[in-house]
């Protein structure tokens, strides 16, 4: 197996130096979390598995030096995107970082909703699609990460259909009332690229139940246990939330850097007491609160005063952005106005640099510090907490949590406090500072055996697993575009062949009103091509009969009304398939109103031997509960009643038990040599579920049977095809190669 890795970044940053162009590692969260799982790769010779990282390597490469550059590359198991600057300040630092970052991070006052933008987010997408495909190779598995990638997805499983896929979420996923912000276009443009994942990771079980919801409420996909069943394939929607790597924070560099980190902070804080503020300049990210929790914590412990030094370090980012030189002014001016209000000659309260720290720094920063105080506003994860928890190697150390973190779900032993409280930051700063050790040891105790059980090889590691076993499960029903050569073998070969297909979802797309699906002169004169002296097309639907007869009356063909209820076989008139009683229906249809009436956009079809309830133009989650109460209802009310209760797509139904889609169909299905049943709803189970048993059996149906389920709802059939669409193009096919034959 070889695994891709696909991100905006590469972990290699190309740098210019003395005119030449070099690489050097890059940080960041992602980075050096996937690191420690591929050198665990690299060095574990049980697993047979390569890697490619594929990526924008940092810097506009001209032309002439991209083949040298991607040969360079190559060597490092990196794949370089070569992106122009252009492209970059209208991707990256436009639609990126001015529309989809503060949107999710719940600043939608600092949105900016520009359409070129969005089409320049949609061509980088389509530019790492083809960059990905230049690369794949057969039993390859892609991982996307991250939201300047969410159209990815999709755009590769247009090209690779069975191909796993896995998308992971590295920020948080907005709930559906900030989602919809976003123009309805691209907010569904976004949702449909995510959804051509296999497997779809977050953080917290939180993110993942926005996703879900915006789903049902803007595509109308209902999820089972986090499985949404798309068009083509089934979509796993769970939680992973990232680790870190452990030992990397709870170990001594080797080198004497560390040391003398180590000996300059004793020197500088000897006698004080340290709170620490690690963060990326970033408005989500609290900096201010957090200043003005730490002014409010000095003016009501005036005992603290020369007894607490706040580290704050920031780390410059997104330069080029304007809301982030503002906030930077802003910081600076805090700081200023603390330091000079409560310092004195012999006490700064605030020791402030804007600049990246390596790993060396940081790490004794965490060993010094007995406060950590992490306050985002909203973060996906913020893995500085889980670092900070796990560098405490004598267990000692308090750290102070945003709830609106997610690490704030793994990591319920801190103190954990909402960031937009100043009262209760400053609350939490004396809290944490006056607290004995016996105390500070039993919350990380348990903190760091969590962080070391769940460290980010086992994130990486579970959502890889997880993916194979969700691909793997796709493989229940086999695509039929791996089997179209037999189908075609078995209809031209065959002397009598019969064909049993649905309507609605099979041969044209659900509608919001049922009369709105009248078939167009391409269906009419699709039907009428395939039917034949020689090939019986039988339209077997839910539909009544009036309907059918109004719009493919006229053609030669057999029409079967209400399930089986009506039969009217080609040349002759409808006729009852068995005896029938309809006199229950006065009895539901006051029910049915009254759901009718409570749900808005609802309505009721009568038909001769049926009645059906229709949701689907009503709001998808209220729909969704009015239809489980109703279900619930009509089991019971009719629990004496020998009639059979249906729940299909956005339809509740309600007909005679005696009739099913499976034993009208098996009736018709004598001295054929060729049978194709399609079908995309629970009703056409039962005529799956007769045509698999009649098989087994020899004699009883031709060797050429094909059973063929639209969507990938589980099914009895023995092959599915995405959509309706995709059952035109192959009866097209079988209709324009019989004429060929003939």
Not at 53 to 75: N, R
Not at 220 to 225: C, D, S
Not at 368 to 376: E, R
Not at 581 to 600: C, F, G, H, T
Request: one cysteine or more; hydrophobic letters at 40%.
């Amino acid at each position: 197996m070889r695994l891709l890795i696909v991100s905006n970044r590469l972990p290699l940053n190309g740098v210019q130096k003395e005119g030449k162009l070099v690489f050097e590692q890059s940080a960041g969260g992602l980075v050096s979390g996937l690191s420690a799982y591929l050198d665990l790769l690299k060095s574990t010779s049980a697993q047979d598995i390569e890697y490619v990282w594929i990526g924008w390597p940092g810097i506009t490469v001209q032309d002439k030096m991209q083949t040298e550059v991607k040969s360079v590359l190559g060597d490092l198991h990196a794949s370089p995107v070569f992106l122009s600057e252009e492209a970059m300040d209208k991707f990256y630092l436009g639609f990126c970082n001015k529309i989809i970052w503060p949107l999710f991070h719940y600043f939608p006052s600092n949105t900016v909703y520009d359409k070129d933008y969005w089409l320049q987010y949609q061509e980088v997408n389509k530019i790492f699609r083809d960059a990905v495909l230049e690369e794949i190779k057969p039993g390859d598995v892609i991982w996307v990460h991250d939201y300047h990638l969410m159209l990815l997805p999709g755009l590769l499983r247009e090209k690779l259909p069975h191909t796993p896929i896995g998308f992971f979420l590295h920020i948080p996923f907005p709930s559906y009332e900030l989602y919809r912000l976003l123009p309805s276009a691209w907010g569904q443009e976004i949702l449909r690229g995510l959804l051509g994942a296999n497997l779809i990771g977050f953080h917290t079980h939180e993110y993942a139940q926005y996703f879900l919801r915006s789903v049902l409420r803007i595509l109308g996909y209902e999820h089972k246990l986090g499985q949404i069943l798309s068009q083509d394939h089934a979509v796993k929607v769970d939680t992973f939330p990232m680790g870190i790597d452990y030992q990397r924070y709870h170990s001594n560099p080797t080198g004497s850097e560390f040391e003398q980190n180590l000996k300059e902070l004793e020197q500088l804080l000897d006698g004080f007491k340290a709170v620490l503020s690690v963060d990326r300049l970033d408005y989500s990210k609290g900096i201010s609160n957090r200043l003005q929790g730490y002014k409010l914590f000095l003016e009501n412990n005036p005992q603290w005063r020369e007894q607490v030094v706040l580290l704050m370090i920031v780390v410059p980012s997104r330069v080029g952005v304007e809301h982030y030189q503002q906030m930077k002014r802003q910081i600076d001016e805090l700081v200023g106005e603390i330091n000079g209000r409560f310092g004195t000659l012999n006490w700064t309260p605030i020791i402030y640099q804007y600049k990246f720290l390596p790993l060396n720094s940081l790490l004794a920063m965490y060993r010094q510090s007995d406060v950590a105080l992490i306050t985002p506003l909203r973060d996906g994860m913020n893995l500085i907490a889980k670092e900070y928890v796990a560098a405490r190697t004598d267990q000692t150390g308090v750290l102070i949590l945003s709830e609106m973190a997610g690490a704030a779900k793994e990591l319920g032993e801190a103190l954990i406090i909402n960031p937009n409280n100043i009262e209760a930051i400053a609350g939490a700063l004396q809290q944490a500072l006056a607290m004995p050790e016996t105390e500070q040891k039993k919350r990380n105790v348990v903190m760091q055996q969590r962080l070391k059980r769940y460290d980010v090889v086992r994130w990486s590691g579970d959502f890889i697993q997880e993916l194979l076993q969700v691909q793997k499960g796709q493989s229940r029903t086999r695509p039929l575009d791996q089997h179209k050569q037999a189908l075609h073998a078995g209809f031209h070969q065959a002397g009598k062949r019969l064909l049993l297909v649905d309507y609605d979802g099979t041969l044209v797309p659900f509608t919001d009103s049922p009369d709105q699906a009248k078939p167009d002169k391409e269906l009419l004169d699709l039907l009428k091509s395939l039917a034949n002296a020689d090939t019986e097309v039988v339209i077997i639907s839910g539909r009544d009969r009036a309907i059918l007869e109004t719009w493919l009356g006229s053609l030669d063909i057999t029409l079967v009304a209400e399930h089986g209820a009506w039969l009217k076989r080609r040349g002759e008139q409808w006729s009852l398939s068995k005896p029938l009683v309809n006199s229950w229906k006065r009895q539901l249809i006051p029910m049915l109103e009254m759901y009718a009436d409570r749900l808005p956009g609802s309505f009721i079809e009568e038909k001769e031997f049926s009645l059906a309830w229709h949701f689907r133009q009503a709001d998808p989650e209220l729909s969704a509960a009015c239809a489980r109460e109703l279900m619930d209802e009509l089991v019971a009310f009719t629990s004496n009643i020998d009639i059979h209760i249906l729940q299909g797509n956005k339809v509740i139904e309600v007909r005679n038990s005696e009739v099913t889609k499976g034993s009208t169909g098996l009736h018709l299905t004598d001295n054929y040599d060729f049978i194709l049943a399609i079908g995309d709803d629970t009703t056409d189970e039962d005529l799956f579920a007769i045509l698999a048993l009649e098989h087994s059996w020899p004699g009883m149906l031709p060797p050429n049977t094909f059973t063929i389920r639209v969507g990938t709802d589980k099914s009895q059939a023995s092959y599915f095809l995405p959509s309706y669409v995709e059952v035109k193009e192959m009866l097209q096919e079988l209709a324009a190669g019989r004429t060929q034959n003939n």
